[in-house]
């Protein structure tokens, strides 16, 4: 950096921050994080080589290569789970029998550390769904002039009276226009259809 570069905008670590968290908040970002830690020490242990003065001690089991492939699987179960959302069961699942699969392949799952993350994060990711999107509330209205709740009008006549000068004809007419379930007494039907 040098004198003359422009110093950042005051307001773009909150704007970066903002974007991550809006991200962050249409997939399942939690979940993708513990499948994809639960891939490290499933393919670390059985590699690890712990040294005690001038003993080794060697985690090395004859499944290595086993772990090795469940660990990268789930590492990448973790990212698809952050940037192909619409795998979330698949990859819950998957993440659920690899984590089952890893308890006699690699030491345990990690030393049950990888096992738990992965079974966490699998749960999670099953039962993640997108969030609805917000609806644009209605502007409030006014309180009703006679004293009761508002939004408790009543409501308009829905064709059900005779209209008019009493005529039943013409509230029969109306009630067949507004029936759209072909089960009313105006028709003969009275909900039950005929097989044959």
Known sequence: MSAETPAAESGQHTSRKLQFRAWRGTRPFWAG???LLSGLPIMYFPYFHLQLGHLTLAMAT???AGSLIIGV???VLGIS???QKHVRTFAGVAAILLALVSLPVSNFG???MGFLLALIGGAM???WVPGA???PQPPAEAAPAEGGAPGTAPLPRQGTEPVGDGD???AAVALEKNDLSGTSPANGANGRHSAG
């Open 33 to 35: 994080l513990y499948v």
């Open 62 to 64: 004859t499944a290595g």
């Open 73 to 75: 699987l789930l590492v």
């Open 81 to 83: 789970l952050w940037f």
């Open 110 to 112: 990690g030393f049950l």
């Open 125 to 127: 990711a099953i039962a």
């Open 133 to 135: 999107p917000e609806q």
């Open 168 to 170: 039943t004809s013409q």
